[in-house]
């Protein structure tokens, strides 16, 4: 008998253990995401050795594998660049002469899409650029996406370090790539030393035609000539006024044409002018050197330039050596005006966080009575703030941050003086555009505000159809969106469709992404019926040119089924959220968040018509689904959660949870 008992309590607990082991192999391991590869790729259309500021950005390209149990999915990726340098070119930031030529040209901006956009080095260093990621990689299954890097048109060269994170999964899980050295645009930029030579050279040349010219000119005046050798001018006070040879002339310089000139700061004192010079490659060279050996992955071009540019620094003590040149000499150039720095005291005690606010009120009252009175010296100091490289990044280092308390003032007080200086110029009108981005970090009305004025300004001086007008318009609209004022956002939208319709074409991508992006904002601002109505408009267009099982298409259809909602029809957007639920299934898979937003959309609206009892039914499903996909925290867990909670207990309008 206790045989029989003991026999029959052995095979009961082998059972359990037999079961519990089962149900834990059934238990798959979580999703484990791996890099596998991140390399840089050409972009598409631009040729080896092509040059000039139109080059397409770099692409990277990026290889990831799931070694788990469970299918992963790709939420964000952080693009962060550690350091950034631009170094120049002869044509722009690196030009050396004694003279400045006005020559009008035409750069286009790049018109596609970008996954994301690197500001220029001097804003990009520390930065963190974040992109919503849609993907989902299988269990043993890899995936491979491209990463476009949006850099603004330039004839320097831009040098980034950077790497990548992507996050996975509803614990956020994290995965970090190895450091990555790009170049834009895509083509060698390390002059020689010989051509550093010439350039110094041909800067000498002209400075001895410039001297020869104001002395036949104020020979011709019965003047005494400058004594150059011993003491020559350092200012423009110095001598008299009216000469053309300083202050612009028809045709000094060019061979019976109608060039123009004015004398910069390098005339008055060569010997920095070269100086800065010199140091300028010094460091730009350096700096680039030193990303690209410290980067695991970098492009052709770094990796091309890389020996020149070490050729270049152990030529450059021969350089300095030949031209006279301490290596330790001042770069910053002579011949500043009386009160120079006096209105950079003023922009100090503007900026100033623990002085008083008496103080700083004087400072920006007097600063700004001195720009209205064009003050040379004001004008002067300004100007070097304005076009210096970091210039304006060390003294508005914090507009936007919120942590100066008059920069907001500082930045506008700048802007004036731009716009004093020279209304109509297109390097002045994207001074300002840049100050106000910088701006919009932590002002977006303030932002919005300047760039409305500075729009105007652009299509008054430009034309309301030129490039860099297009792209303060777009600007404006950003930071309007930004700033919560979707009604205006919206008329500032219709106009940038009528821009891509005109520039793109009516069937381009960008030019429909912007009519969906109109829809949004007029129905953020109040009127859903004509949202619907351009979301209607939109949506055969979207069909015929991208295709019906396109996410963008599939994102129209869930913003008119959306807005007819909103608009009073929440039968119809019921039912429209019910053919797109299975499309978005079929297309993008069952856990990606835009199926689960849609799905989400489809509860509430089901409970809107009248059925709160299938609302109930679908959320409970829903809040299960975003738990195990999102993790419970995230925010659209929790506004399903509420709803829920909402159809559950208390039947009845529920729009709150649109999403």
């Known amino acids: 008998m206790l045989a029989t008992v003991l026999g029959l309590i052995g095979g009961i607990a082998a ?20 890099l596998v590869d991140v390399t840089i790729v050409r972009p598409s259309g631009s040729a080896p050795g092509s040059s000039g500021p139109r080059d397409a950005s770099p692409v990277l390209d990026v290889k990831v594998r799931n070694t788990g149990g469970q299918s992963a999915v790709l939420k964000r990726l952080v693009v962060r660049v550690h350091r950034a340098v631009r170094c120049g070119s002869m044509f722009a930031d690196m030009r050396l002469t004694p003279f400045r030529a006005l020559w009008v040209g035409a750069v286009l901006p790049v018109s596609a899409t970008y996954d994301v956009a690197i500001p220029p080095p001097e804003d990009a260093g520390g930065s963190r650029f974040v992109i919503d990621l849609s993907q989902v990689v299988a269990q043993g299954e890899a995936d491979r996406f ?49 051509e550093i030579r010439t350039v110094i050279s041909g800067f000498l040349d002209d400075m001895g035609k410039v001297r020869d010219a104001i002395d036949i000119e104020m020979t011709e005046r019965g003047l005494p000539v400058p004594d150059w050798e011993s003491a020559p001018p350092r200012r423009r006070s110095d001598l008299p006024d009216g000469l053309v040879s300083v202050d612009g002339n028809g045709d ?133 703030l304005a076009a210096e490289e970091g210039g304006l990044d060390s003294w508005l280092a914090c507009i936007g941050l919120g942590s100066m308390p008059n920069a907001a003032s500082a930045a506008e007080l700048l802007d004036e003086f731009l716009r004093l200086r020279r209304p109509d110029d297109r390097d002045s009108l994207n001074t300002r555009r840049r100050m106000a981005r910088r701006r919009g970090g932590g002002d977006a009305a303030g932002a919005a505000a300047t760039l409305e004025t500075l729009l105007d300004d652009a299509s008054r001086a430009l034309g309301p159809q030129d490039s860099d007008t ?35 074409g009516p069937d381009h991508r960008n030019t429909i992404l912007y009519r969906h992006t109109l829809g949004f904002c007029l129905g953020e601002a109040g009127d859903p019926s004509r949202a619907v109505e351009v979301f209607t408009g939109l949506l055969g267009d979207a069909v015929r040119v991208l295709g019906p099982d396109d996410p963008d298409t599939l994102n129209v259809r869930h913003e ?56 109930a039914a679908a ?11 999102l993790g419970p925290e995230h925010p659209d867990t929790v506004k399903s959660e509420r709803a829920l909670a909402h159809w559950r207990e208390q039947p009845g309008p529920h729009r709150r949870t649109v999403q």
Request: net charge negative; hydrophobic share 45%.
């Open 470 to 504: 297009c792209a303060t318009r777009i600007e404006l609209f950003h930071f309007l969106q930004e700033a919560g004022d979707m009604a205006a956002a919206a008329t500032v939208a219709a106009d940038i469709v009528a821009d891509q319709r005109r520039t793109l």
């Open 252 to 384: 000094l310089f060019s061979s019976g044409g109608g060039g123009v000139y004015e004398v910069t700061e390098a005339f008055w004192d060569p010997g920095r002018a070269i100086a800065g010079h010199l140091q300028g490659f010094e460091r730009m060279y350096r700096e680039a050197v030193e990303i690209t050996v410290g980067a695991a992955t970098a492009d052709d071009v770094l990796t091309a330039s890389l020996p020149r540019a070490e050729a270049v620094l152990a030529q450059l003590p021969a350089l300095y050596a030949e031209f006279g040149i301490p290596a330790s000499a001042e770069a910053l150039p002579a011949g500043e005006p009386v009160g120079t720095k006096q209105p950079a005291r003023l922009m100090a005690e503007i900026l100033d966080h623990d002085g008083a606010s008496t103080t700083r009120d004087s400072a920006l009252e007097e600063l700004r009575n001195r720009i209205r009175a064009r003050d040379e010296g004001t004008f002067w100091f300004l100007g070097r």
């Open 15 to 34: 059972a359990i253990i037999g079961a519990w082991a089962a149900l834990r192999a059934r238990r798959l391991p979580k999703s484990q995401v791996e």
């Open 146 to 194: 491209e990463v476009r890097l949006g850099m603004e048109p330039t004839f320097d060269t831009y040098v980034y370090a950077l790497d990548l994170e992507i996050v996975y999964d509803g614990d956020d899980r994290l995965m970090t790539s190895p450091r990555v050295a790009v170049a834009f645009p895509q083509h060698g930029f390390v002059y020689s030393a010989d």
């Open 560 to 615: 008119l089924a959306r807005w007819r909602g909103r608009a009073g029809d929440a039968a119809g957007a019921a039912a429209a959220f019910a053919e797109i639920v299975p499309d978005r299934v079929r297309i993008q898979g069952p856990d990606h968040p835009h199926t689960l937003l849609s799905r989400h959309n489809l509860a509430l609206w089901t409970g809107e018509a009248g059925d709160a009892v299938g609302a």
């Open 619 to 629: 959320f409970a499903e829903l809040v299960a689904d975003r738990r195990r996909v």
